[in-house]
């Protein structure tokens, strides 16, 4: 039925499907996930303004071992930045990008060989992406709880997949 090729509105089920009540749930299960993430693993956050992708990469941060004191903030305006930690952290934001011609200058190919990197708004230059990724669709549900539909694309994104679906 859904194409799993790049256009933004075709997607292909997801393979798991996790709830966050409140922020709180987000950040912890970002954490969770970064626990597990690897250098070259790469997760592509989608989903509208304010549906926690931030909030996420945070957890992701903490997961990582990235220092309480660090600030990891949107990386909106400075599109790229790094945090050490028990694994290199990378945070990306394609939000402000305009064109697939000022992927280059962002280094974040680099990036996917030296960190564990979290792209903001992956849904904009999907083929910026490495083939085995894990895609989180956040969704905002009415009641205000999101729903991160968990979409991976090879072997050790289903990994990921796995250990942030567990219960």
């Not at 303004?49 to 903030?73: C, D, I, M, S, W």
């Not at 000022?102 to 979290?118: F, H, K, N, S, V």
Request: proline share 8%.
């Amino acid at each position: 039925m859904a194409d799993a090729g790049p256009e933004q509105n075709s997607r292909p089920s997801p393979s798991a499907t996790v709830r966050a009540n409140n922020a709180e749930d987000m950040r912890r299960l970002g954490v969770r996930l970064g626990q597990a993430m690897i250098v070259g693993d790469v997760v592509a956050l989608v989903g509208p303004l304010g549906a926690g992708k931030t909030t996420f990469a945070q957890g992701l941060a903490q997961g990582l071992g990235v220092a309480p004191h660090r600030h990891v903030a949107s990386p909106s305006f400075a599109l790229v930045n790094e945090h050490p930690g028990r694994t290199p952290f990378v945070h990306v934001d394609f939000y402000r990008l305009r064109t697939r011609a000022e992927l280059p200058e962002l280094g974040i190919e680099e990036a996917y060989d030296r960190a564990a990197t979290a792209i903001e708004w992956a849904d904009r230059f999907p083929d910026a992406l490495p083939a085995d990724h894990l895609r989180i669709t956040l969704v905002v549900q009415e009641s205000g709880c999101r729903r991160l539909d968990l979409q991976p694309t090879g072997p050790r994104s289903k990994a990921l997949a796995a250990a942030l679906a567990i219960t």
